[in-house]
């Protein structure tokens, strides 16, 4: 079975940074996601991580360690839009394509 | 290029009676897969159709169906509607390869009463 675990909530300071952390245990992996989410919205796209390390898109940046089965979302320089659910989501082994297990989402806070 | 487009928004049904969402993935995705979030589960996998052919399934009972036609437009059904099926359908396309990103449309609210 597949298992992925995510904080439910995080508050954090426009301006500042956040790490937003997802542990999963699967019988087969075949990456990771960090989708985001704003209220009453769909789901975008922000990273993929299929192999261990840090991968760098502007404000954010994802990293895996596979044999950890641990990710993070850095989040820097905080905005308020940043305001959202972010999901992590595993892809399996096995499944190619569409099929992805989400954990629960992890709805963001950022005060002035 | 135009998103993902899933019709209607919102639906409003009775229990046992059924119902079928449309889904009109982006141009070139092959891959259609559709999403139930509610806020008890997340989101869940429903299933997911490939050159019109059903290439991955969830483990939702078999009132739940789906389909793809030629033009990767796809359609969900669901028969003898029960309250607990309440909740926002998402269809999410893409190219269908490992790595490809879901693409999600704004979802349609189906509230059963």
């Given at each position: 079975g597949q298992n992925i675990d995510q904080p439910t909530e995080m508050t954090a300071t426009e301006g500042a940074i956040v790490q937003i952390n997802c542990t999963y245990q699967t019988s087969g992996f075949n990456g990771l996601f960090w989708y985001q989410q704003h209220a009453g919205e769909a789901p975008t796209f922000l990273s993929y991580n299929v192999l261990d390390g840090l991968e760098e898109k502007g404000r954010f940046s994802s990293f895996l360690s596979r044999s950890k089965g641990y990710s993070y979302l850095l989040l820097k320089e905080l905005q308020m839009k940043d305001s959202a659910s972010y999901l992590c989501a595993v892809a399996h082994l096995y499944n190619q394509g569409g099929k992805l297990i989400f954990g629960q989402g992890t709805e963001l806070s950022v005060k002035p | 290029k135009a998103g993902v487009t899933q019709t209607p928004r919102y639906l409003?049904?009775?229990?046992?009676?059924?119902?079928?969402?449309?889904?009109?993935?982006?141009?070139?995705?092959?891959?259609?897969?559709?999403?139930?979030?509610?806020?008890?589960?997340?989101?869940?996998?429903?299933?997911?159709?490939?050159?019109?052919?059903?290439?991955?399934?969830?483990?939702?009972?078999?009132?739940?169906?789906?389909?793809?036609?030629?033009?990767?437009?796809?359609?969900?059904?669901?028969?003898?509607?029960?309250l607990g099926d309440s909740a926002l359908y998402l269809c999410a396309s893409s190219l269908g390869g490992n790595g490809s990103p879901l693409h999600f449309g704004n979802g349609t609210r189906l509230t059963v009463t």
């Open positions: - | 409003i049904k009775t229990r046992g009676q059924q119902v079928t969402l449309s889904c009109s993935p982006i141009s070139g995705h092959r891959s259609v897969s559709w999403y139930q979030q509610t806020p008890g589960q997340g989101l869940q996998f429903l299933f997911e159709y490939f050159s019109e052919t059903q290439r991955n399934k969830g483990n939702f009972p078999g009132r739940f169906s789906g389909r793809q036609f030629s033009n990767s437009r796809s359609e969900m059904n669901v028969s003898t509607l029960e």
